[in-house]
């Protein structure tokens, strides 16, 4: 009967740890101070996007990577331009940030942790 509770115990903090899925935590700004139309971020095996970004604002998305392999940005500003810019590669289960900042030089990327290849 002692090794009830234990269990009990056990159990319960078996249950409040859980299984979490790896993701990444996506922020894609707009520091051109022009809207962008349209963003897509293509990653291995999806992509995800916005139809406008304001300038100054921030766009917030979590992705699971299956497979492996390159991301990239592509976007129109307000004169309808398209851009295109090739970003960090990554291993299937990937886990951490990623910031793509999009301003009047061009795209940066910050991926944390830092992939493999930029």
Partial sequence: MQSLPKFVLLAALIATTGCRSPYIEATVSNRTGQAIELVEVDYPS???GTQNLAPGADFHYRFKILGSGPT???YTDSTHK???ADGPSYQEGAEGRLTITISSTGVSWQ???ASSTH
């Fill in 82 to 84: 398209d851009h295109k």
């Fill in 111 to 113: 991926a944390v942790p």
């Fill in 46 to 48: 999806a992509s995800f």
């Fill in 72 to 74: 990239k940005i592509l």
